[in-house]
């Protein structure tokens, strides 16, 4: 049997992926902080697709429990044939803030586990002669809003370079860039979507299914739709002063969809709702 593990494993995209290699035969490891969460998406995934799931909590800015992680991808007895980097939140804070724990914090889960987890996968994996990674990266790597563009930016550099050394080696590396897709991600992290046209939203089947397919074909770099291929060959040739101009449009959109929100809650009119950032 083949066997993956999936970071960030039982919401929006990583969900995705474990459902979709499920189906595929694959057994599973799923990496998640929420030990009840973990437990209900294995046993479900099992009930469904008769593989067998292995649970891992833990939580990738402690660097501790990112090298127990990077240990089940060593194990020799139980080989790891594709591992998907894809645990990771929201950056809002700005860069200018004087706490920088949310920078550093995004820094260790979407740098440094990243870092780490590739490492003991593709030294494993280049000694089988065999393997996949797939970092996810995301179209927002190609602009500049704060640490989030920054992260995703080293991510796909990091892949890019990654494959460049692996070459020949029988180990697959790819940069999964999407761009607006249909989860969870965007409401838990705060997000407000409403100024983003529909036509620019994935289904984050087809993302994962165009993922998948394009790391078997050895694509390094996938980019899930037309329209994203056509938005980044911009975001690479634009003048770097255009691309910033249009994030800092993005940002003020953002932030001012942000304070009609506080706005809104000040007066009472949702109060009750507190969102929080997830992996």
Known sequence: MVMALITGGTSGIGAAFATALARDGYDLVLVARDVGRLDAFAASLHAEHGIHVETLPADLADRAQVDRVAARLTDAEHPIDLLVNNAGFGVHT???????SEHERGIDVMIRAVLLLGVAAARTMRARGRGTIINVSSVAGYITMGSYSA?????ASYSEGLAVELRGSGVQVTALTPG??????HERAGIRTGSIPGFLWIDVDHLVEVGLRDARRGKVVSVPTAKFQVLLWFCRHLPRAAIRRISGFISSSRQGASQSKTSADTAGSESSNVERKSE
């Open 94 to 100: 700005k860069l200018t803030a004087e706490d920088t």
């Open 151 to 155: 992260i995703k930016a080293w991510v």
């Open 180 to 185: 607006w897709v249909r989860t969870e991600f």
